[in-house]
């Protein structure tokens, strides 16, 4: 009698069993026909390259130039829109801090220009706007990866930007970044579940930085007759972790 009990306790707790693991494909399954749109969050670290296209003092060219990386930070709230299948839209709106320096040497070409080794440092805040388009290659419950890419628009934060340069003749340097700057992205994002983990390179599209100035008065001859003139692009590699609901 004991066995018979057992027996069927065992068949009993075996059809529950089943039957539980067949209402959970059901309910993602109705979940995968839904779609339904999703919001996230996420914070993670940037390293932003500051690549010169154009460093001048008058048309006297400053070379041996050297791109420094360094580590900021970003916060972001976005939106994931099905539209087709494993496709999907995901406008972002984000808070990031951006820093970076470029240094040069006074050896060489570059001894009459520069009084000494000279370093040029930027910190960056702006309010920025992605619209990305993805595909989800792998969707396969609770796993997932994604690829995406498109268009950024980044608005700096002017009471929260700041440059600093040191080794140049000129004195009193100040430079002017771009209200409104624009990149291209491209990434991969992981998710476990609704934890998720986002890579993602941007490649700067536009010259950041609207003009320099100078102390004239303060600044010896002859290096005060000509103008300073600086191009360059910022491109930013960053990870954040997340959650999507």
């Known amino acids: 009698m004991k066995k018979i ?11 529950c069993s089943a039957n539980l693991y067949a209402q959970d494909i059901m309910l993602y399954d109705s979940k995968q026909e839904k779609q339904k749109i999703s919001i996230g969050i996420k914070a993670g670290f ?3 390259m500051m690549f010169t296209d154009e460093l001048y003092y008058g048309e006297q060219e400053i070379t041996d130039i050297q791109n420094n990386y360094k580590v ?8 994931r829109i099905p539209v087709k299948n494993k496709h999907f839209l995901q406008p972002e709106v984000s808070y990031a801090i951006s820093q970076g320096s470029i240094s040069m040497s006074n050896l060489r070409e570059n001894a009459t220009i520069l009084e000494d080794n000279a370093l040029i440092k930027a910190k960056i805040s ?3 706007i992605p619209l990305l388009y993805g595909y989800k290659f792998i969707d396969s419950y609770p796993y997932g990866m994604s690829f995406f890419l498109g268009p950024k628009v980044a608005w700096t934060i002017k009471k929260q930007s700041s440059s600093e340069y040191s080794g140049f003749y000129q004195k009193g340097i100040k430079e002017y970044i771009r209200p409104l700057n624009y990149s291209a992205i491209i990434g991969l994002g992981v998710n476990i579940s609704n934890i998720f983990f986002d890579f993602r390179y941007e490649i700067g599209c536009n010259n950041i930085t609207k003009s320099v100035t100078y102390d004239k008065e303060l600044t010896i001859e002859p290096y005060n007759e000509k103008e300073l003139i600086l191009k360059r692009r910022k491109n930013i590699l960053s990870f954040s972790v997340g959650a999507i609901f």
């Open 5 to 15: 009990c057992l027996t069927i306790l065992a068949v009993l707790l075996l059809a």
């Open 72 to 79: 900021g930070y970003i916060s972001t709230l976005f939106v």
């Open 126 to 128: 702006s309010l920025e």
């Open 46 to 48: 940037n390293s932003t």
